[in-house]
């Protein structure tokens, strides 16, 4: 049922009860309980709250993988720059964690690129450019 006709049914039902009903307070009584479910049901759907199942099931968005990520990135990366860029400063922040001055490595990197990431921002084949490049990056923190 949708979001309007859920609306137009409470209130169709609030006001049969109120002409129905015969005393004052039982028709305010109504008149409120059914303004309140109103409330909880409109202010639920824009607040964008998930619903409760019956089922126990969790209604929780699955969010996406961070592997999965990283792989649509990389397809991205064979293809264009901007996704080779991101991959690079993945390699520099790499470089910079691993070391004792993170902001003077990360300086020097972004304004002399190393052979890695010269090998990421290279053209040609790309999945081939970046193998070499990660190997290069694990020799050189072997090598520290």
């Known amino acids: 049922m949708g979001l309007s006709r859920l609306v137009a049914f409470l209130t169709l039902l609030a006001l049969l009860v109120v002409f129905a009903e015969g005393t004052y307070l039982l028709r305010w009584m109504t008149v409120l309980l059914f303004g309140l479910i109103l409330a909880i049901i409109l202010f639920g ?71 890695p990431l010269k090998l990421i921002m290279s053209d040609g084949d790309f999945l081939e450019n970046l193998e070499s490049a990660l190997d290069a990056v694990e020799a050189d923190l072997n090598e520290d």
Do not use: C, F
């Open 45 to 115: 759907w824009e607040l964008g709250l998930p619903q409760i199942g019956l089922e126990g099931g969790s209604s929780v968005t699955k969010r996406r993988d961070e592997v999965e990520s990283l792989a649509k990135l990389i397809d991205r990366a064979k293809k264009g720059r901007v996704a080779r860029g991101i991959i690079a400063d993945m390699v520099v922040e790499i470089y910079s964690l691993t070391s004792e001055n993170h902001g003077e490595v990360y300086r020097r990197l972004r304004s002399e690129p190393n052979e």
